[in-house]
């Protein structure tokens, strides 16, 4: 699984039952239906800080590879994004407790998620 942590600068909309996420001149798109998992993850390390976080499992339209997406709340888009969803796809719980595991790391440059 591939994860994906939203920086400040990327953007992230849900437009027709597409979750798009716009990172600089790279495009990942997600069907909404397609959402395996929604959970918020607490006191996940953001950008030097510790903040929560939405958390989606899903795989993406283009490829079909499965990502984690992680949303910051602090995110400028969060709470649009996030009330978009909860419309869209009501059977999600969101609000349940998800748990960040930082990947792991062999001292060497590679790491396993």
């Excluded at 591939?2 to 992230?12: G, S």
């Amino acid at each position: 699984m591939l994860r994906y942590i939203l920086d400040p600068e990327d953007e992230l909309r849900l437009s027709d039952g597409v979750i798009l996420v716009f990172s600089g001149a790279r495009m990942m798109t997600f069907e909404v239906s397609q959402v395996r998992e929604a959970d918020t993850v607490r006191k996940m390390p953001v950008d030097r800080t510790v903040q929560d976080a939405l958390r989606l499992v899903a795989a993406d339209s283009l490829l079909g590879r499965t990502y984690e997406l992680f949303v910051p709340e602090r995110h400028r888009d969060f709470a649009a994004f996030s009330a978009a969803l909860t419309a869209a796809r009501p059977d999600l719980n969101a609000a349940q407790a998800g748990k960040f595991t930082p990947p792991a790391c062999d001292g060497n440059g590679h790491h396993r998620d």
